[in-house]
């Protein structure tokens, strides 16, 4: 396929996958079973921190969050007592992780001005200084060694997948109904294309991408490549390449 092939099919399969038939075995199942503002951006944190390894278990892990949260996050983070402790894993975060980001998460709601606050950035920055500015508030939270690795930082080169992810859904339009729109903070230009192995292969085999890691480096030329393609909205080029990897196994 020459390069204008390629950029049509791209635009086609998002629009064939930004559907709400991929909402129930999408990660984003979980945080679509609430209406609140803080109910949503608390749990699709809480999910796309976990969300690397087979679609259903993470579902299920999430719905194990959503369990051990009373089926009201917002409620649950406010009133949180750190003493508590939780019997959940998914891969390698364990309840001691839990219980930090509940912590860190209970600190920017009483502290912050809550969750999308502490992802703003100063006029000019790139999205990476969001999620570096996010990081830091999170880390200000007690907290053991082990639990850092789960909070990645675009600085040290990290991908960042699931936090991209995260952003996606909190700031992407909701007009097809997947995404939710809720956050201004960041616009739809500045979101990232959330690079994993399915994108990255993907993304490498139809040659929009020639750099071997999937790293923080190689989700700026994805963005780069996204923009020119999609101007207003490049992170829908996520629908496209994550179905092509992950559905059709292209």
């Not at 003493?83 to 709601?109: A, C, M, P, Q, W």
């Not at 502490?118 to 570096?132: D, H, L, N, P, R």
């Not at 080169?157 to 909701?174: D, E, G, P, T």
């Not at 990232?192 to 999937?214: S, Y």
């Amino acid at each position: 396929m020459n390069q204008h092939t390629i950029d049509e099919f791209l635009i086609a399969k998002a629009l064939q996958f930004e559907s709400l038939a991929f909402i129930k075995d999408d990660p984003i199942c979980i945080p679509h079973q609430f209406t609140q503002k803080e109910d949503i951006e608390i749990i699709g944190l809480l999910v796309s921190t976990i969300a690397w390894g087979n679609r259903k278990a993470i579902i299920k892990s999430g719905e194990n969050l959503v369990k051990i949260m009373g089926e009201s996050p917002y409620d649950f983070i406010m009133n949180y007592n750190s003493s508590r402790e939780f019997n959940f894993v998914h891969r390698t975060f364990s309840g001691v992780d839990l219980s930090f980001f509940f912590t860190g998460l209970k600190s920017i709601y009483t502290h912050h001005g809550g969750l999308e606050e502490v992802f703003k950035k100063e006029t000019g920055q790139s999205i990476a200084y969001a999620i570096a500015n996010f990081r830091t508030a999170m880390l200000n939270a007690p907290h053991e060694a082990r639990s850092r690795k789960h909070l990645s930082d675009p600085f040290s080169n990290s991908a960042c997948k699931r936090l991209n992810m995260f952003l996606r859904w909190m700031v992407r339009s909701n007009k097809n109904g997947v995404d939710f729109g809720l956050w201004k903070v960041l616009s739809p230009t500045e979101l990232h294309v959330p690079l994993d192995v399915h994108t990255g292969n993907i993304a490498r085999k139809l040659g929009i991408l020639t750099r071997k890691q999937n790293d923080w480096k190689s989700s700026e030329l994805l963005h780069e490549y996204s923009t020119k393609l999609l101007p207003h909205d490049p992170a829908a080029i996520d629908f496209a390449l994550f179905g092509l990897g992950a559905i059709e196994k292209f």
